[in-house]
Nanobody, 122 residues
Framework: QVQLVQSGGGSVQAGGSLSVACAAS????????MGWFRQAPGKEREFVGF????????MYADSVKGRATISRDNTKKMVYLQMNSLKPEDTSIYYC???????????????WGQGTQVTVSS
């Protein structure tokens, strides 16, 4: 069992920055890849990016590439999503998730955080 509890996010004006954090419990956390997804009202769930088990490899969706940074600290059992140069279209609920292997497919993820609101105003 891995439990994921999210924090951070909030509201910011366009061009600003926000971070979303994901705190994990469970001794197996270190072996999991961690993904970030987002879903806005009226839109389908969208892949944001992932980081592998060690934190040595990341991958991002084209929509956020260059503006998003995913990092992890396995000693603290924490995963982070840093978003810069935010745009109104980034407004969404952001979810962290854990998977045995890194993937852009949400179905591969076994555990999910509760979601964190990110709102970007124009």
């Amino acid at each position: 069992q891995v439990q994921l509890v999210q924090s951070g996010g909030g509201s910011v004006q366009a061009g600003g920055s926000l971070s979303v954090a994901c705190a994990a419990s469970g001794r197996s956390f270190r072996s999991y890849a961690m993904g970030w997804f987002r879903q806005a009202p009226g839109k389908e769930r969208e892949f944001v990016g992932f980081i592998n088990w060690s934190g040595g490899s990341t991958m991002y969706a084209d929509s956020v590439k260059g503006r998003a940074t995913i990092s992890r600290d396995n000693t603290k059992k924490m995963v982070y999503l840093q978003m810069n140069s935010l745009k109104p279209e980034d407004t969404s609920i952001y979810y962290c998730a854990a998977a045995p292997l890194a993937s852009d497919d949400a179905d591969r993820y076994d555990y999910w955080g509760q979601g964190t609101q990110v709102t970007v105003s124009s």
